[in-house]
């Protein structure tokens, strides 16, 4: 599944970008996201708990950041077991922090989302809405902490 | 039945051949009062649940178990490893393969069973499934039957010794160099690819067993949803044998059986574990598959891409037929078809028609779906070859600008030429096609709706009439030919009628709903005379039935029938000398009368069956051994083959692509009636399992093999809501060798009303260039985008991404 999103933040590029390459805050800003262990500087082990429906999934596993702080621009690969047999969940995504002004910034966010097992049978058809919800509430938590 | 049946030859009192007696099963059925797997219960009985993979192919890295034993009510976590340790890790499977019981490292398809949780409970042992963690590292799966045969494929059965790629077997019958050579003379070549998709057999029960061990007797008792229990019990025996099972200490029951339609004839690695865990734990174990575990995991059908070619003369008269096929079996040959067919009876593909040659092959290849191939109502494969044959004679009619009806017309065998010898060797026991033909056009009014079919082409408006002319095989079989895992296809009986005249009746088949406690008693009635009401007829239970080798492949009327029929006529052998001796004469002067034996000449001196019966217990003839028993094993002589006309009408809606059913006559010709209200319900039920395929099921998998159609949310199986009024009609053509002339009915409105309803859907597109569409036809395949784009010449079809339609006119 494909995700494509682009959100602007009425804050300076810098600090958006500050936020978004430190787990520990992009884990605390995005509901159902933990980081629980730094494995070294670029990678963390992790879990995520997400409703899809009347399916409750719940992954553990590792998340790497791959950093290209000129272009402000990042890439994740994240890759979850899902606990209770709930299959697997491999993502890759590229973000993008663009200066549009002095305090505001636009994010662009391109994913890759994989998953097998009942999620993939039975929630494709709400995945779609539950990552926009998601997205949704990334954006106003990311604003509200910026907010000068 | 839209036509009176001939005359009963017993009264209705008896109830024998040709009488709509109310089924004997119905009362417990309607009341809710069956008694199927998941209502029995026994004391101390356990729970088995399954953990199963989500991915489609990947490794084992590690299962953990701890927090599942963790929980109260679970007793243990059954793995590939602990059942390695007793060599059931895998199993045979009835096409001489092998399939796990339970992987000790690999999964091959998405649901397999990855561990079994035994628990006190239900409840307890779902929990235990959701707590066992399992590690996986996903391999990619390969769905795609065709890139499984490419050569940087990667070898899925890698534990199979010498196996080098994904191929299993290929199978061809006919002449190929003959028939090539009449192609390449012919006149007219027409050529479809087709596919006739995986299915699913959607039985409204699912699959389960209880098994019961007990340690002190060594006795193993199970009860199973199984339409062979027989056969199941002496799998148990072979592949168990070395842990301590012994055949006469197995019991198999099978109980009422919501519905099979073949999906119940293989061995689930379920049923295994349960017993497994039976054996270990030396409790009763229970297992239960849920709906969406069933839909994903098992009973699956079809699946078959099919390139058909028919050569023909400028006038469509057809001289050839080639076809060759590729089908996806899956992560396993888990089917169940007789030994020496493992492409089943594709070799039917001839059909009705009279041909100089044929020639068809079969590649089987692995992919990483579940196994598949179950006889889904269906006599091994007949579904695919007659679903492939109808199209295209179709597009040999539309090539040659025949009436499709009359195309067929010109080709059928003619009724003189039976027993007719088709080029793939079969001998095709009797058969009236045109009969069946002109009753189903008359019935529907066929000229009539070619008119209006012209006027509404006239206005636009798109309506397609669909011919089907099937030839079924069926009653597997004879034993020359036919067994399984070396167990001849034979079928039995066994009739024991009691002092007071009633009588028990045992078959060697199972009813999954059929109504075989009403159709055997009235087999018994129609050769004894003794009231249809009076026979209690079982099944199903391996200490009690006489072996046979159970109910699929509308094998049921040919083979253990034939045997009541056999074992029926003993008996009634034997009451004629009981009947003598009472009367006081010979034999020879005595007339039958169903249920009475009279003197000739004497009418009025007479003796009822019931009074032989009773004489065989308290006044025998001297010499004669006491008793009315009689048991027979019946070797069929040849397959028996039922055939029918069915004619379809359809409305397409132009707006939306909605196909709608107008009319729908089905003209089958089973052979002689036994039960005409059984055989109606049997034809009923069989279209609306035609109708699903046609339009509505079909099992799809994503490329990383997820299952897209693994609950009733995916999979629409047709309600009344989507099930039209069929109309039924019938023609009587006898078997020549069945002792009643019955054929069997069972399947052949599931093999015959796919390609009707198809037919009619081109048929109504076909002046739009429309020359095949896949089945199933929904709307939202892309039909949708059909759209009238006004030019000289009519229409344009339009139907974006989907190549299920193929048109000449863009």
Same mark, same amino acid.
């Given at each position: 599944m494909k995700i494509q999103e682009k959100f602007t933040v009425d804050a300076p590029a810098d600090s958006v970008w500050e936020f978004l390459i430190d787990p520990e805050r992009v884990a605390a800003a995005l509901p159902g996201a933990q980081i629980t262990e730094k494995l070294d500087d670029n990678t963390y082990k992790g879990g995520m708990a997400v409703n899809v429906g009347p399916l409750a999934a719940n992954y553990t596993g590792t998340v790497a950041f791959d950093l290209d702080e000129e272009q402000r621009a990042a890439s994740v690969r994240a890759r979850g077991q899902g606990k209770a047999g709930m299959g697997n969940a491999d993502m890759t995504m590229t973000s993008r922090v663009v200066e549009l002004g002095p305090a505001k910034t636009e994010v662009t966010v391109a994913a890759n989302l994989s998953v097998t097992g009942i999620l993939a049978q039975l929630g494709r058809g709400m995945m779609q809405h539950v990552s926009k919800r998601m997205f949704k509430q990334f954006t106003e938590v990311l604003a509200r902490e910026l907010a000068p | 039945m839209a036509d009176a049946t001939a005359k009963p030859r017993t009264s209705a009192k008896i109830c024998g051949m040709g009488h709509s007696m109310?089924?004997?099963?119905d009362p417990r059925f309607l009341q809710g009062k069956g008694n199927y797997i998941d209502d029995h219960t026994l004391p101390g009985m356990l729970w088995l649940d399954i953990v199963r993979s989500p991915i489609a192919y990947g490794k084992i890295v590690n299962i953990d178990s701890s927090k599942a034993l963790e929980i109260d009510g679970v007793l243990a976590v059954l793995t590939g490893k602990d059942l390695e340790a007793y060599g059931l890790h895998w199993m045979p499977t009835l096409m001489s393969d092998t399939q796990m019981v339970l992987p000790t490292d690999t999964v091959m398809y998405q649901a397999q069973e990855v561990a079994g949780v035994i628990a006190t409970s239900r409840y307890a042992a779902a929990d235990g499934v959701a707590a066992v963690e399992v590690e996986y590292e996903a391999m990619t799966p390969v769905m795609d039957p065709f890139k499984a045969l490419e050569d940087d494929a990667p070898v899925l059965r890698t534990d199979k010794e010498g196996q080098e790629d994904n191929r299993i077997w290929h199978w061809e019958a006919g002449d190929k160099e003959a028939t090539d050579k009449i192609f390449d003379e012919a006149d007219v070549v027409v050529r479809e690819k087709m596919h006739v998709p995986r299915i699913h057999v959607a039985s409204i029960e699912t699959c389960g067993c209880l098994a019961d061990f007990n340690p002190v007797e060594g006795h193993l008792t199970v009860y199973m949803t199984t339409q062979a229990p027989h056969a199941i019990r002496t799998v148990l025996a072979l592949v168990a044998g070395h842990v301590g099972l012994s055949e006469e200490k197995i019991r198999v029951v099978s109980p009422d059986i919501g519905g099979g339609f073949g999906g119940k004839v293989p061995v689930y690695p379920g049923y295994v574990i349960a017993i497994a865990a039976s054996v270990v734990l030396g409790k009763p174990v229970k297992w239960i598959e849920d709906r969406m575990e069933n839909l994903q995991a098992d009973s699956f059908a079809r699946d078959y891409h099919m390139d058909a070619e028919v050569a023909a003369d400028? !006038?469509?008269?057809?001289?050839a037929l080639r076809i060759k096929t590729l089908a996806d079996?899956?992560?396993?040959?888990?089917q169940a078809a007789p030994s020496k067919f493992p492409a089943g009876l594709f070799s039917i593909c001839t059909g009705s028609y009279d041909m100089e040659n044929a020639y068809a092959e079969v590649d089987a290849v692995y992919t990483n779906k579940p196994p598949g191939g179950v006889a889904y109502r269906c006599s091994f494969r007949v579904t695919e070859a007659v679903h492939c044959l109808e199209r295209i004679v179709d597009t040999l009619a539309h090539k040659v600008g025949k009436d499709p009806a009359t195309l067929r017309e010109e080709n059928f065998i003619p009724k003189e030429a039976f027993p007719y010898h088709s080029p793939l060797g079969w001998e095709y026991d009797s058969g009236d096609y045109q009969a069946a033909m002109d009753k189903a056009k008359e019935m529907i009014g066929y000229d009539d709706l070619r008119k209006e079919q012209a006027e509404k082409r006239e206005r636009g408006e798109l309506m397609g009439i669909g011919v089907c002319s099937f030839t079924e095989v069926l009653g597997a079989g004879p034993s020359k030919d036919f067994d399984i895992l070396g167990i001849k296809m034979f079928d039995s009986a066994e009739v024991r009628v009691h002092p007071t005249g009633k009588a028990i009746a045992r078959f060697g088949t199972k009813s999954q709903g059929q109504g075989h406690e009403t159709t055997y008693a009235q087999i018994i009635a129609e050769e004894l005379g003794l009231p249809a009401a009076h026979v209690q007829v079982e099944e199903g239970d391996t200490d009690t039935a006489p072996y046979g080798l159970g109910t699929y492949a509308s094998r049921s009327t040919p083979t253990a029938g034939a045997a009541g029929v056999m074992a029926a006529r003993k008996l009634r052998d034997k009451a004629r000398k009981i009947a003598a001796h009472l009367l006081e004469v010979s034999e020879e002067d005595l007339d039958w009368e169903p249920g009475t034996f009279s003197v000739k000449g004497a009418p009025d001196k007479s003796v009822t069956i019931q009074d032989c019966a009773f004489a065989a217990y308290t006044n025998l003839p001297e010499g004669m051994e006491p008793g009315m028993e009689a048991t027979n094993y019946y070797d069929p002589p040849n397959l028996t083959f039922p055939f029918g006309t069915y004619i379809c009408v359809v409305d397409i809606?132009? !707006?939306?692509?909605e196909v709608t059913v107008r009319r729908f006559v089905a003209v089958d010709d089973c052979g002689n009636i036994i039960n005409p209200m059984i055989v109606q319900g049997q034809i009923h039920g069989g279209l609306t399992q035609g109708l699903g395929p046609a339009l509505y099921e079909e099992m799809t998998y994503d490329e990383d093999g997820n299952n897209q159609a693994g609950s009733f949310m995916d999979y629409l199986v047709p309600t009344a809501v989507e099930t039209p009024a069929w109309e039924t009609g019938h023609t009587v053509t006898p078997s020549p060798h069945h002792p009643l002339g019955a054929k069997g009915v069972g399947e052949s409105a599931t093999v015959g009303a796919p390609p009707a309803i198809a037919n009619a859907v081109v048929d109504a597109l076909a002046h739009l260039g429309v020359t095949h569409m896949e089945i199933p036809i929904r709307p939202e395949r892309g039909w949708g985008a059909l759209r009238g784009e006004g030019g000289e010449g009519g229409w344009v079809v339009s139907v974006m991404g989907w190549g299920g339609v193929r048109a000449s006119q863009w």
């Open positions: - | 109310k089924r004997k099963e400028a !006038g469509g008269k057809i001289k079996h899956g992560y396993a040959d888990a809606d132009r !707006g939306t692509g």
